[in-house]
């Protein structure tokens, strides 16, 4: 995962992303973004500044990146979302871009806020996207791609 941007939601997702098995990039310009783009799978854009976030957002769409995902209130992403039509995104194309990123799971810190972005992505690999409920509401195998007693529990 490419992170665009510092802060303290950056400083969360980088270690989450280890304990998943997933690399972490963090780039704070927009050259350096560029570069990176190209070999991430999935962009997370934490930056607010207009000269990074929406070129970052850009390129990461035009790069058929698998997902792509954004931080902020309604009000930066109207800003971006204007940004980008007005320099070369088509209508169509913004429907890939996950604004503002994450599960609405309530998250208000940082750590959380991570945790819902990651949730985020993870269901959206998964193929479930939008359809993500409790597991505890779910009938069925809690693995139901495993036989029954194969589940490896990492908690012992």
């Known amino acids: 995962m490419l992170i665009v941007g510092e802060g303290p939601v ?3 997702l980088s270690p989450m992303l280890t304990t998943l098995g997933w690399g ?9 973004s560029e570069a990176a783009i190209p070999s991430a799978d999935a962009v997370v854009v934490t930056s607010h500044h207009e000269d990074v976030d929406g070129p970052a957002i850009r390129a990461a769409l ?3 990146t698998s997902y792509v995902g954004a931080m902020g209130s309604r009000r930066t992403q109207a800003r971006r979302r204007e ?4 320099n070369g995104v088509a209508e169509a ?3 890939a ?3 503002p990123v994450g599960l609405d799971i309530g998250a208000d810190e940082p750590g959380e806020i991570a945790v819902s ?7 959206e690999r998964r193929g479930v996207g939008s359809a993500v409920a409790s597991i505890s ?6 693995h139901p791609d495993q036989e029954p007693g194969t589940a490896y529990c990492p908690g012992g």
Do not use: F, K, Q, Y
């Not at 972490?24 to 350096?32: P, S």
């Not at 972005?117 to 269901?123: F, G, R, S, V, Y």
């Not at 509401?137 to 809690?142: E, F, I, K, N, W």
């Open 137 to 142: 509401d779910r009938d069925g195998a809690v």
């Open 83 to 86: 940004w980008l039509l007005a």
């Open 24 to 32: 972490a990039t963090t780039a704070t310009t927009l050259a350096d």
């Open 62 to 64: 035009a790069s058929g």
């Open 117 to 123: 972005i990651l949730a985020e992505m993870i269901a």
């Open 93 to 95: 194309d913004l429907g």
């Open 97 to 99: 871009l996950h604004a």
């Open 10 to 12: 950056a400083d969360a």
